[in-house]
């Protein structure tokens, strides 16, 4: 069993940063990828960002490559999102999800999920 829980969300203004982080436990994650995605209200969950944990490997959706990065931490066993230049579109539930495997990018490859945290971008 594997237990994912986000962190980091909040109300920011347009351009400005956050950083989010997803915290890890249950099981050991070397053969594991993370995942971020995100719902806004009415539309589908989609993909923001992945990385592979053996290698750090990444890949990030179109809309968010040289504003937002992935990492991992492998001293707090988390994975961070540091999103930049923060655009008002950029608002939805952000999710952490995680999987087995290399990295995916739709959400039924993932099989664990966090909760989800707000992000909004707005003046």
């Known amino acids: 069993q594997v237990q994912l829980v986000e962190s980091g969300g909040g109300l920011v203004q347009p351009g400005g940063s956050l950083r989010l982080s997803c915290a890890v436990s249950?099981?050991?994650?070397?053969?594991?990828?993370m995942g971020w995605f995100r719902q806004a209200p009415g539309k589908e969950r989609e993909f923001v960002a992945a990385?592979?944990?053996?290698?750090?490997?990444?890949a990030y959706t179109d809309s968010v490559k040289g504003r937002f990065t992935i990492s991992r931490d492998t001293a707090k066993i988390a994975v961070d999102l540091q999103m930049n230049s923060l655009k008002p579109e950029d608002t939805a539930v952000y999710y952490c999800?995680?999987?087995?495997?290399?990295?995916?990018?739709?959400?039924?490859?993932?099989?664990?999920w966090g909760q989800g945290t707000q992000v909004t971008v707005s003046s």
């Open positions: 999800a995680a999987r087995f495997g290399p990295v995916g990018t739709i959400p039924p490859e993932y099989y664990y």
């Open positions: 249950g099981r050991t994650f070397s053969y594991y990828s």
């Open positions: 990385i592979r944990w053996m290698n750090d490997y990444t």
